[in-house]
């Protein structure tokens, strides 16, 4: 439609609908999708910027006509919005033309939806160019987990090869050595080690070895490790034997400080401190500790106490009691009580009870009392 031609309408309109086009200025990116358009819903229309101006008005609906009769291109009237025309047809600003009728076509709107970014339809519009960043950095995110991906695979795939290699008879276990073994049976702790021969060395059950080996009565703890590629190297702490005891069974039994049985002998050792008395019949490896309680207090003595005591005895109610020589001319039986009860402080109070109470030029008393760290008592008998 030219300016200076009357505006013919469409046919007639028989339903009196009324359509609705919104007609602005051509620019490149007004295709949906492609920039931000115009939309009269959110942008207010600019003010005409030249005197010359046109009407369009929809026909009435009784006649059916683009304009009422008399009308021409230059009148404005409330029927229809005007806009700026710059001379050679082309509109500068946005107009709106009421076309009525029915042409069977649907109704054209041009909004700011088809503008939406279709990752979120109902989000603010987004220019062409962010969305291109967009998929490039996409793009370029998904290159690099894909990077990472093999990279780590490949690292994986190499560490199983690896393993699978030194898990072959080609690493196999040929030598072990041992360090720190005194009194611990060496043939049962070669049986022991000795199904690690032959095993490889990074497969083999290390860990069990060593449990194994510390179940052992002498051994306290121990460690077994590979120096690699051929060789275990185990390594033993022994337990230290603190006193003997007599078994019911007439055997002697010589425990360390957690009471636990380190050897069975037939004979009576002279070298660890005697516990007199009819004791458990226990096996080597086992525990006793109501004898433990008194391992305690043996390695407790102070330098002064020491060698002045000469045996223990315990009775069948677990009472405790010690011969002590405090000089040349007789013994002193001291009495501790209960073994349940056996505290270091009674040791403590003894020793300095012996330093100011007993004259070693006097004849020592035969009973001192020394159930209570804080009374300590003597008598002649």
């Known amino acids: 439609m030219s300016g200076g031609q009357s ?57 059916g006509t683009a304009t009422e009769p008399g009308a ?14 710059d001379g050679a047809g082309t509109a500068s600003g946005p ?20 503008a939406r970014s279709p990752d ?40 199983i090869a690896a393993v699978g290699i030194l898990a072959t008879p080609l690493f196999a ?37 060593k449990r194994r080996i510390e179940a052992l009565p002498w051994v306290r703890y121990a460690t077994v490790e590979m120096d690699f590629p051929h060789t275990v190297v185990v390594q ?25 049985v380190i050897a069975v002998l037939e004979g009576q050792p002279v070298d660890y401190l005697a516990i007199n008395g009819a004791g458990p019949a226990l096996q080597e490896g086992e525990f ?4 433990a309680r008194i391992a305690q207090l043996i390695i407790s003595f102070p330098p002064q106490l020491a060698p002045m005591v000469k045996v223990f005895e315990i009775d069948g109610q677990l009472n405790v009691s010690m011969t002590i020589a405090s000089n040349d001319r007789g013994d002193t039986l001291v009495e501790l009580c209960s073994a349940r009860n056996l505290d270091v402080l009674q040791i403590v109070s003894l020793t300095a009870f012996l330093n100011t109470k007993v004259n070693p030029d006097d004849a020592p008393p035969g009973l001192i009392n ?12």
């Open 7 to 63: 505006n013919q309408g469409p046919g007639p309109n028989p339903r009196g609908e009324r359509r609705t086009v919104v007609i602005g200025d051509p620019a490149p990116d007004a295709a949906p999708g492609s920039g931000s358009p115009i939309d009269p819903l959110i942008v207010p229309l600019p003010e005409p910027t030249r005197s010359s101006t046109r009407q369009v008005t929809a026909p009435s609906p009784r006649s």
């Open 288 to 291: 006793a500790p109501d004898y």
């Open 72 to 85: 021409t291109d230059t009148d404005v009237s409330a029927q229809g919005v005007t806009g700026s025309d």
């Open 236 to 260: 033993i702490a022994e337990r230290t034997p603190i006193a003997t005891y007599l078994g019911e069974d007439n055997q002697w039994r010589v425990i360390d400080i957690d009471g636990r």
């Open 120 to 159: 979120d339809p109902g989000g603010p519009r987004v220019h062409p160019r962010l969305k291109a960043r967009r998929f490039a950095v996409r793009q370029d995110a998904g290159r690099r987990r894909a990077l990472w991906t093999v990279v780590l695979g490949g690292v994986l795939l190499v560490g």
């Open 95 to 114: 107009r709106t033309v009421v076309i009525g009728g029915d042409d069977e076509l649907p109704d054209a709107h041009y909004t700011a939806a088809s």
């Open 173 to 209: 276990i040929s030598t072990i050595r041992y360090s720190g073994i005194v009194y611990t049976d060496q043939e049962r702790l070669a049986e022991i080690t000795g199904a690690l021969r032959g095993k490889p060395i990074l497969t083999a059950d290390l860990e069990g070895a």
């Open 370 to 381: 020394a159930c209570k760290a804080d009374l300590i008592t003597a008598s002649p008998s």
